[in-house]
């Protein structure tokens, strides 16, 4: 086994065997049986190291990585829940119970970094995998789009340039430049003056406050891009200087803006949503089978592209995963262009002209139940830590999106398994007949 745990593992008369204290009919641990975990410790054997400090084992990091996002948990939050469930510590290959923490919770960043796009795709297939063949693979999917929302706060332009002159007297500090004013106290107050512009005795007051803003933003920085007169020393800073010069001068219908500084991949998109305008994030895409309501596919993209332009890649991802496309795409108005992508038809709602009786019968149930992709979407973000994106980067959207379409799968694989255990021990006590009967005479 790759990372610290013994091959050989020798039993401790002086600890009780989890197996000995913990239900083994419980979902936790059925769901643990069905995955293969020697398949898994060869699929991610090589994002290890032969040499340096041995890592946390493939089983335990997966496993902890799947629960977390399962259970909707942060990274700290998980690994202090950990110490408390012995049925998440049997699920993470524990044979004792543990009392001391898996791993530093910092762990789960290196872990993700490691892995990539590509390690949580395999997971993806992991978690698919899981369900039946037929349930899989079905030949109707629906697609669908959604925005995956930035962990930043809400942009201004007044934000945005305190941002830059906080920003270089950090620099000016660090590298011992004096600057002609630090606008200490200018800055409190005018950051008071701009607030409420759209109050029509505030506005004028507020907009020449957040003009004086960026007048002393864009002072600043060349006072600091003077200061730096070594080449090394301009250079360490130079990408940090660009975004300051792209964020003065970009104006009201610029094109490619920036929002934040942290993470200025970040797109303004807007979905037509009456409680919320605009959202600051990136676009996410999702395939979902028609009756199961597994996902097959799920796929970050940067900026804000078109809902058509997102078919190809996704339906590309569902066949590199799976194996497989299915014959029909339910999609809607929103994805408006090709008819067929890769063989697959790209079915949306229409006028229902030239088209019999039956026919539009059958589309309408068809377009009722695409509906059911809205509430899918609904639970990856209140469940699965869609709804804001603590990751970095572009490569932090894809995972936190594909992971996110894990933990649904695997929840619902529990689920499945949990009524199993029920509906059994139903029929042992003789609940289920009572049950039955009574729905039948309702």
Same mark, same amino acid.
């Given at each position: 086994?790759?990372?610290?745990?013994?091959k @050989?593992?020798q039993? @401790?008369?002086?600890?009780?065997?989890?197996?000995?204290?913990?239900?083994?009919?419980?979902?936790?641990?059925?769901? #643990?049986?069905?995955?293969?975990?020697?398949s898994?410790?060869?699929?991610?054997?090589?994002?290890?190291?032969?040499?340096? /400090?041995?890592?946390?084992?493939?089983?335990?990091?997966v496993?902890?990585?799947?629960?977390?996002?399962?259970?909707? $948990?942060s990274?700290?939050?998980?690994?202090?829940?950990?110490?408390?469930?012995?049925?998440?510590?049997?699920f993470?290959?524990?044979?004792y119970?543990?009392f001391?923490?898996?791993?530093?919770?910092?762990?789960f960043?290196?872990?993700?970094?490691r892995?990539?796009?590509d390690? #949580?795709?395999?997971?993806?297939? $992991? %978690?698919?995998?899981?369900?039946?063949?037929?349930?899989?693979?079905?030949?109707e999917?629906?697609?669908?789009?959604?925005?995956?929302?930035?962990?930043?706060t809400y942009?201004?332009?007044?934000?945005?340039?305190k941002k830059i002159i906080?920003?270089?007297?950090? !620099?000016?500090?660090?590298?011992g430049?004096?600057?002609?004013?630090?606008?200490?106290?200018?800055?409190?107050?005018?950051?008071?003056?701009?607030?409420f512009?759209?109050?029509?005795?505030r506005?004028?007051?507020?907009m =020449?406050?957040?003009r004086?803003?960026k007048?002393?933003?864009?002072?600043?920085v060349?006072?600091?891009e003077?200061g730096?007169d070594?080449?090394?020393?301009?250079?360490?800073?130079?990408?940090?200087?660009? $975004?300051?010069?792209r964020?003065?001068g970009?104006?009201?219908?610029?094109?490619?803006?920036?929002? %934040?500084?942290?993470?200025?991949?970040?797109s303004?998109?807007?979905?037509?949503?009456?409680?919320?305008?605009y959202?600051?994030?990136?676009?996410?895409?999702?395939v979902?089978?028609?009756n199961?309501? !597994? !996902?097959?596919?799920a796929?970050?993209?940067?900026?804000?592209?078109?809902?058509?332009?997102?078919?190809?890649?996704?339906?590309?991802?569902v066949?590199?995963?799976?194996?497989?496309?299915?014959?029909? #795409?339910l999609?809607?108005?929103g994805y408006?262009?090709?008819?067929?992508? $890769?063989?697959?038809e790209i079915?949306m709602?229409?006028?229902?002209?030239?088209?019999?009786?039956?026919?539009k019968?059958?589309?309408?149930?068809?377009? /009722?139940?695409?509906?059911?992709?809205?509430?899918?979407?609904?639970?990856?973000?209140?469940?699965?830590r869609?709804?804001?994106?603590?990751?970095?980067?572009?490569?932090?959207?894809?995972?936190?999106?594909?992971?996110?379409?894990v =933990?649904? @799968?695997?929840?619902?694989r529990?689920?499945? !398994?949990?009524? =199993?255990?029920?509906?059994?021990?139903d029929?042992l006590?003789?609940?289920?007949s009572?049950?039955?009967?009574?729905?039948? @005479?309702?």
């Amino acid at each position: 086994m790759i990372g610290k745990t013994d091959k @050989n593992p020798q039993l @401790n008369v002086f600890r009780t065997p989890l197996v000995s204290v913990i239900n083994m009919k419980h979902e936790l641990v059925e769901l #643990a049986q069905r995955i293969n975990w020697k398949s898994i410790e060869k699929d991610f054997a090589p994002y290890y190291a032969d040499m340096g /400090r041995p890592a946390v084992p493939v089983r335990k990091m997966v496993g902890c990585m799947l629960l977390k996002q399962m259970y909707g $948990l942060s990274d700290e939050s998980f690994v202090d829940r950990w110490i408390e469930n012995p049925y998440m510590q049997y699920f993470c290959g524990e044979t004792y119970f543990q009392f001391e923490k898996p791993f530093d919770p910092s762990e789960f960043v290196h872990f993700r970094k490691r892995l990539g796009t590509d390690g #949580a795709e395999k997971l993806l297939k $992991l %978690s698919v995998s899981l369900f039946e063949k037929k349930e899989v693979e079905e030949k109707e999917v629906l697609i669908d789009t959604t925005v995956q929302e930035k962990n930043i706060t809400y942009p201004t332009d007044a934000k945005l340039h305190k941002k830059i002159i906080e920003g270089c007297r950090k !620099i000016a500090e660090k590298e011992g430049l004096q600057l002609r004013q630090s606008y200490t106290r200018t800055l409190g107050q005018l950051m008071i003056d701009q607030r409420f512009r759209e109050h029509p005795k505030r506005k004028r007051k507020a907009m =020449a406050a957040a003009r004086k803003i960026k007048t002393i933003a864009g002072r600043l920085v060349r006072d600091v891009e003077r200061g730096l007169d070594d080449k090394e020393r301009l250079e360490a800073y130079d990408e940090q200087l660009w $975004l300051y010069y792209r964020v003065l001068g970009q104006k009201r219908d610029s094109k490619d803006k920036i929002y %934040s500084f942290h993470a200025p991949e970040v797109s303004c998109i807007s979905k037509g949503k009456d409680h919320k305008k605009y959202e600051f994030g990136n676009k996410s895409g999702f395939v979902i089978t028609k009756n199961s309501g !597994i !996902i097959l596919g799920a796929m970050a993209f940067e900026g804000n592209p078109y809902d058509g332009h997102t078919l190809q890649p996704q339906l590309e991802q569902v066949s590199d995963l799976m194996g497989r496309l299915p014959k029909v #795409a339910l999609v809607d108005r929103g994805y408006k262009g090709r008819k067929t992508i $890769l063989g697959v038809e790209i079915m949306m709602p229409g006028t229902g002209k030239g088209k019999t009786a039956y026919e539009k019968i059958r589309d309408r149930a068809r377009f /009722r139940r695409r509906a059911a992709v809205e509430p899918v979407i609904g639970h990856l973000k209140s469940d699965y830590r869609m709804l804001r994106n603590y990751l970095k980067g572009v490569e932090g959207d894809m995972i936190n999106t594909i992971m996110a379409a894990v =933990a649904f @799968n695997m929840m619902k694989r529990l689920r499945q !398994i949990r009524d =199993a255990i029920y509906f059994v021990l139903d029929l042992l006590t003789g609940n289920w007949s009572v049950k039955n009967a009574t729905v039948q @005479n309702y």
